[in-house]
């Protein structure tokens, strides 16, 4: 796609203009995460989750129909900006489960991303420049002929939609709002002579029911030792992962004059999906036993 875009001057540099759509999501994503989080705290989860599927969707179409990389690059960071779903969905796991699940739940989640990733990457290579590797069936339609790379974000768009229609008919809100009461040792005030019992009962019920908001801990308080190396592992996973599925497909794509294995889209696609076998495994057969035996923090 990069190289169609004519933006580098040779093919070594595709890997650096790739390389810049590809951070243009994670960068834009740190941007706003933290807001979304806090928002999902006060309107609850499920709008925000609505919002971020509505956000893909929008992205998707912006990306499938640009014709220059800055525009596939604002598509982009237009996605990060609205992607708050990946901390929003961990706290709804988490609402919904309890100690006998939460290890096999949660290990749903990065499953599910990488199965997401490794599909997504045969969806591209299968169905990208449709015209050209399916003459018969795509020849004969401009749309696709002009917008090469329309197709594959049509079918990511069915998906979003398929999860925002099951979304806003099936989800529940899984927030659970209970005020906190302030209480008060109240038995000398209902013993005084000088107290009606009117005035009482009204009184004690304002103290009993009025809500008090729960203070906010700042950063530096959420911050914790354990937060911080549970922080810092994450950090050092998903700079390797990310090194990983990013260079894969670039040394894929190269000539085999300049190193590479001169795959094609068709071909990068399917070579990602052999890892897909292996992460189901790890996901969920060997996480969660190791979990059970050594501890989440162990």
């Not at 933006?7 to 790739?18: G, N, R, T």
């Not at 982009?76 to 990946?86: E, K, T, Y």
């Not at 099951?166 to 209902?190: C, H, N, Q, W, Y």
Request: net charge positive; hydrophobic share 50%; aromatic share 10%.
């Amino acid at each position: 796609m990069v190289a169609d875009f004519n933006v580098a001057k040779s093919p070594k540099d595709i890997a650096f203009y790739a390389s810049l759509l590809a951070a243009a999501f994670p960068i834009c994503q740190m941007m706003t995460i933290m807001y979304w989080s806090r928002l999902s705290d006060r309107i609850g989860r499920r709008p925000v989750l609505m919002i971020g599927l509505l956000g893909y969707l929008v992205s998707f179409l912006m990306f499938g129909i640009c014709r220059s990389f800055y525009w596939a690059l604002f598509a982009r960071c237009i996605n990060g900006l609205l992607a708050g779903n990946v901390a929003v969905i961990k706290s709804v796991f988490a609402e919904i489960s309890d100690d006998t699940n939460r290890p096999r739940m949660m290990a749903l989640l990065p499953l599910m991303w990488n199965l997401g990733s490794v599909g997504g990457a045969v969806i591209g290579g299968i169905f990208a420049d449709p015209t050209h590797q399916y003459p018969r069936i795509f020849g004969h339609m401009e749309i696709f002929r002009v917008f090469p790379y329309l197709l594959p974000c049509l079918i990511g768009c069915s998906i979003t939609v398929f999860g925002l229609v099951m979304g806003i008919f099936k989800m529940e809100e899984t927030l659970v709002r209970e005020p906190a009461s302030r209480t008060m040792d109240i038995r000398m005030s209902l013993t005084s002579p000088s107290s009606s019992t009117s005035t009482l009962a009204t009184e004690s019920t304002q103290l009993l029911t009025e809500p008090v908001q729960p203070k906010q801990r700042s950063m530096r308080e959420l911050l914790t030792p354990t937060v911080v190396r549970v922080m810092a592992t994450n950090v050092v996973m998903g700079l390797g992962v990310a090194m990983s599925d990013q260079a894969y497909p670039i040394f894929a794509a190269s000539d085999l004059s300049d190193g590479g294995l001169g795959f094609a889209a068709r071909g990068i696609g399917f070579s990602l999906a052999v890892s897909g076998v292996a992460v189901m495994y790890l996901q969920l057969v060997a996480y969660p036993k190791l979990e059970r035996k050594y501890g989440a923090l162990d």
